[in-house]
């Protein structure tokens, strides 16, 4: 293969892309597109057929040249290489830097990194596992990438390398190991000789060894968009102790918003209705009154599928909420959530099971309740007509074939199971005031 002119070309390792039929990554180098796995060219004639194929969206990168011959199958790009990786007007920014584990592990002293944020799962490993690591760093063995996020000018959280840095951190530092036991190294393989050994009972060459050892860090810069910067916490949240959605949402869209939604779902009939003392760890009930919030901005016709993306669009729209505006949200959310446990008690939200109800919230359930009332300013005649409304809702739900047919998180049965729910409303209390 002949030597490429100073090409802009780089190997996509996450984040939007266009790909081949077989999952290779492409990236422009001039008029052609090249596929750096298979070192095959891809003449633009074939870009629309792909675009068709692929899943994701086109990124184009602006990178530094590089120069590559026919012998050269290192992609890598020199450090501090800011990736753009552009899907109409999102961008993700992302530069690549060695860091040495004294200038990491100073970063985590001065709280400039932060190694626990309030998102991330706990720490799992044992000291077999962990000691292994420290192992690999003594023989000078490469560790996978490690992924920070800048939340702020000079201020980082870790995204992916929390195991592996936690257990570097209490091995050099001598702090105690996550489960409160001294960490000594056990379980080695190829160092045996330093199994029952402390950090500060190594050689002074093998303490330096570990000290400069290079780890590679790619940091997603505070610059890059929320909703690009969600599908790569997604893709990197592959571990065995995965965050669900809406705790990814918690640590991409951080502002207003999240904080309000944290406040909201401690109302008392919030709790009530999740039959909780207190928010749910997972945050599920904050995904939950996101939904409401989503529903009430744009009513019916602005839910759309996959939900994860509709409500993503909702966090960064609105992640900066103003005063005012949450004041309202929380009027509503309060109003809504305190009728819908009045009038349907302990089974608020739940689905009838012959003589028993679910013990799980019901989505479907929760946007036709909640929806339901947002538009009811009078509480009093809602509370004076609460009976009614309980049994026009357990008798569609038990005997309306039809309306059970509506009880799917999809656009048309959303608006099918609105239109009926609300006509019976309106039969009941009169049109909205």
């Given at each position: 293969m002949a030597t490429l002119p100073q090409h802009r070309i780089a190997r996509l390792q996450l984040g939007p892309s266009l790909t081949d039929?077989?999952?290779?990554?492409?990236?422009?180098?001039?008029n052609t597109f090249f596929c750096p796995r298979s070192f095959v060219y891809v003449k633009p004639r074939r870009l629309t057929e792909l675009r068709q194929r692929t899943t994701c969206c086109w990124a184009s990168l602006l990178?530094?040249?590089?120069?590559?011959d026919d012998k050269d199958t290192d992609f890598s790009l020199?450090?501090?290489?800011?990736?753009?990786?552009?899907?109409?007007?999102?961008?993700?920014?992302?530069?690549?830097?060695?860091?040495?584990?004294?200038?990491?592990?100073?970063?985590?002293?001065?709280?400039k990194?932060?190694?626990?944020?309030?998102?991330?799962?706990?720490?799992?490993?044992?000291k077999k596992t962990a000691s292994k690591l420290i192992e690999s760093l003594l023989l000078n063995i490469p560790l996978p990438t490690m992924f920070f996020h800048e939340k702020s000018q000079g201020l980082l959280e870790v995204v992916d390398g929390k195991q592996r840095l936690t257990s570097i951190w209490c091995f050099m530092e001598e702090e105690k190991f996550p489960d409160g036991s001294d960490f000594a190294l056990s379980g080695l393989d190829v160092l045996e000789k330093l199994n029952g050994k402390k950090y500060s009972e190594l050689d002074d060459s093998l303490r330096e060894v570990m000290r400069d050892f290079a780890l590679n860090v790619h940091t997603i810069s505070r610059n890059s968009d929320d909703v690009v910067v969600?599908?790569?916490?997604?893709?990197?949240?592959?571990?065995?102790?995965?965050?669900?959605?809406?705790?990814?949402?918690?640590?991409?869209?951080?502002?207003?918003?999240?904080?309000?939604?944290?406040?909201?779902?401690?109302?008392?009939?919030?709790?009530?209705?999740?039959?909780q003392d207190a928010p749910h760890k997972r945050m599920k009930d904050r995904e939950f009154i996101l939904r409401f919030f989503c529903l009430r901005r744009g009513g019916v016709e602005k839910f759309t599928l996959p939900a994860k993306n509709w409500l993503n669009e909702e966090m960064r729209c609105h992640k900066n909420l103003d005063g005012k505006e949450k004041r309202e949200m929380a009027l509503d959310f309060s109003r809504c959530i305190t009728l819908s446990v009045e009038v349907f008690g302990d089974q608020v939200f739940r689905l009838p099971r012959g003589l028993k109800y679910d013990v799980d919230v019901n989505v479907c359930l929760w946007d036709?309740?909640?929806?339901?009332?947002?538009?009811?300013?009078r509480i009093d005649l809602v509370r004076s007509n609460k009976g009614k409304i309980a049994q026009a809702l357990h008798k569609l739900l038990v005997e309306d074939e039809e309306f059970r047919?509506?009880?799917?998180?999809?656009?048309?049965?959303?608006?099918?199971r609105m239109q009926r729910w609300t006509d019976i409303l309106r039969q009941i209390l009169g049109p909205p005031q």
């Open positions: 039929a077989n999952g290779q990554f492409i990236v422009s180098c001039g990178l530094h040249s590089t120069q590559v020199a450090s501090n290489v800011e990736r753009r990786l552009v899907s109409g007007e999102r961008v993700l920014q992302i530069s690549k830097a060695d860091f040495t584990v004294s200038s990491v592990l100073d970063k985590i002293k001065r709280g990194l932060d190694l626990r944020p309030s998102y991330q799962r706990e720490y799992v490993w044992d969600f599908e790569v916490f997604e893709r990197l949240n592959m571990g065995s102790t995965q965050l669900n959605e809406q705790e990814l949402r918690n640590c991409v869209f951080q502002g207003s918003y999240i904080d309000f939604l944290n406040d909201v779902a401690q109302h008392p009939a919030m709790l009530k209705a999740f039959r036709t309740v909640m929806l339901g009332f947002v538009n009811y300013k047919g509506y009880l799917f998180s999809n656009p048309r049965a959303l608006k099918l």
